[in-house]
């Protein structure tokens, strides 16, 4: 697994429980409001070969936090692009630790593995826009069949999921809401992000704006009709 680094705690991550954070190296997006660019650029991630974090420096690490932390989330970057995946959480597993994934949904079968096999407990979906207009954002097209894929495999799993959209003044309003929900259809949680401008992957980003109080409201109206649980990140 290439670790890019780690944060040892997070009482924010993993919802309910005390965490640590592993940020793996590499991502099939470039979206241009990512504030983990260091995960994702080409360059940044050249920096960091021959400084990834060793497993077994990590595994080290848990094996002091047992009895302190509760679970593991693993995030990016993207974590479902990397083939040892599922042998990285059977470690965390070993140990006794929760997981959870946060995913951009564009690998549904490294989901579908990883949920056979019983190796997570929670997972995070970031819906970006309506799942056919996702190149405004992500930087890239992207298969909407395999996105769908992934929010049904999801949906159906049995375990704690959220899915969360970052919401930028000058791409979301509530048009592109309802036709997020037409995709993703009823569920069981979903978080409100706003965008934050002061770190992003794409510099012309940084000039475009978090939405205001009155818009995150008119938002949370439309939301409230399609989830159990609704959060916001303002």
């Known amino acids: 697994m290439k670790i890019g680094g780690i944060n040892t705690l997070t009482l924010l991550d993993f919802p309910g429980k005390v965490g640590a954070i592993v940020f793996t190296a590499g991502c099939n997006f470039q979206c241009g409001y990512c ?8 360059e940044e991630i050249a920096k960091l070969k021959g400084h990834f974090i060793p497993e077994e420096k990590f595994f080290n690490f848990l094996d002091t936090r047992k009895g302190m932390l509760d679970g593991v989330v693993v995030s990016g970057g993207e974590p479902t692009i990397h083939p040892d995946l599922p ?21 549904p079968e490294m989901i579908e593995k990883l949920l056979k096999e019983k190796l997570l407990d929670y997972v995070a ?3 970006k826009m309506p799942l056919d207009d996702y190149e405004s954002l992500s930087g890239l097209k992207v298969d909407a069949n395999s996105m769908r894929k992934s929010v049904e495999l999801i949906k159906k799993s049995n375990i704690d999921y959220e899915f969360r ?6 791409f979301h309003d509530i048009k592109v809401l309802k036709k997020i929900f037409k995709d993703i259809g009823y569920v069981k949680t979903f978080t409100i992000q706003n965008f934050r401008p002061e770190k992003t992957l794409d510099p012309k980003f940084g000039a475009f704006h978090a939405c205001t109080e009155e818009k995150i409201e008119g938002f949370k109206k439309i939301a409230e009709k399609h989830v159990d649980k609704l959060q916001t990140h303002v």
């Open 35 to 42: 504030h983990n660019s260091q995960f994702v650029k080409a």
């Open 87 to 107: 042998d990285f959480f059977r470690e965390i597993r070993k140990r006794g630790f929760l997981t959870k994934l946060d995913t951009n949904g564009t690998n």
């Open 125 to 127: 979906m970031d819906i």
């Open 165 to 170: 959209t970052t919401v930028i003044d000058e």
